[in-house]
């Protein structure tokens, strides 16, 4: 039986770059991976939930979707051999028979992937197409789901965020899989000693100079040429500018109002203290 290694995050977090790095580190070539070819590093599409379910699940409401996911994910391990990867931007949760929705038992392990909750605000409203209160108001919301099955045929299936801080304190603070924190501000600034550690925890055979190959191919200004020239499947049509669009930190801080950024701050001050963002 092969086992799920999940690469977790809010949205707009890093998790593709981190993707790619895996990508690129597997592969091990000299020619950087294909940005379109994350099929393998993905989240659970619509598509593939068809195919290991037996039933469409444009057929089920989203209760139901999330109680059959564990065993879809079960289904796939059982195929493969080594270490498979899902992306997983839901909230560690429950389904509604109180089984995680992650399951455990075919789960190696999480790493999970956090970014300074303002550069995820003004990256989000960019990627969405929506205004900057908008995108602040989600990351504060509770409630907040994407893919929702009332919103009309989505590719993705439903995905719970919750705000923000749940989102981070839900997946530090569950004991069911072994998690591997990240700072995207740490993977940014020292990218090879940060990814190295990533790919020891995964369980990947490590080897220092693959790292930097993986490193050197995953470099921002080589994911933007690949989408300039091919585009990228996982951009949405709504977006105002590239999915690539700076991968730098500060952002936010520097692009929201003086008010968003306090609203964040009220909101979010524990969670950014326990990750030192704030001193």
């Known amino acids: 039986m092969g086992n799920i290694c999940w690469i977790a995050s809010y949205p707009k977090s890093g998790n593709t770059w981190l993707r790619m790095l895996l990508a690129n580190y597997r592969a091990d070539s000299e020619t950087p991976a294909d940005i379109n070819s994350l099929g393998n590093y993905g989240a659970p599409a619509r598509i593939v939930f068809d195919e290991w379910a037996g039933i469409r699940a444009s057929a089920l409401d989203d209760i139901t979707v999330d109680n059959i996911l564990p065993d879809v994910y079960r289904s796939v391990a059982r195929e493969e051999n080594g270490t498979v990867f899902f992306k997983a931007h839901d909230m560690f949760r429950f389904t509604s028979r109180g089984e995680p929705l992650f399951p455990p038992d075919v789960s190696t392990g999480a790493v999970y992937l956090v970014r300074n909750v303002s550069d995820v605000a003004i990256s989000f409203a960019h990627h969405a197409g929506i ?84 490193v050197a191919s995953s470099r921002f200004d080589e994911l933007q040429r690949q989408e300039r020239t091919n585009g990228f499947s996982e951009r949405l049509e709504r977006s105002t500018t590239p999915f690539f669009r700076r991968g730098r930190t500060g952002d936010g801080a520097e692009s929201l109002p003086a008010e968003l950024v306090q609203r964040l701050l009220d909101k979010h001050r524990d969670i950014l203290r326990r990750l030192k963002y704030l001193r």
């Open 131 to 214: 205004g900057e209160l908008e995108a602040v108001q989600r990351l504060c919301d509770s409630h907040y789901a994407v893919a929702c099955s009332g919103a009309g045929l989505d590719a993705q299936l439903r995905q719970v965020l919750g705000s923000w801080s749940e989102h981070v304190s839900s997946w530090l603070d569950q004991s069911a899989i072994p998690l591997y924190l990240v700072r995207y501000e740490d993977l940014l600034r020292s990218p090879v000693e940060v990814f190295g550690g990533i790919a020891e925890f995964c369980g990947l055979p490590f080897d220092e100079e693959r790292v930097r190959r993986a």
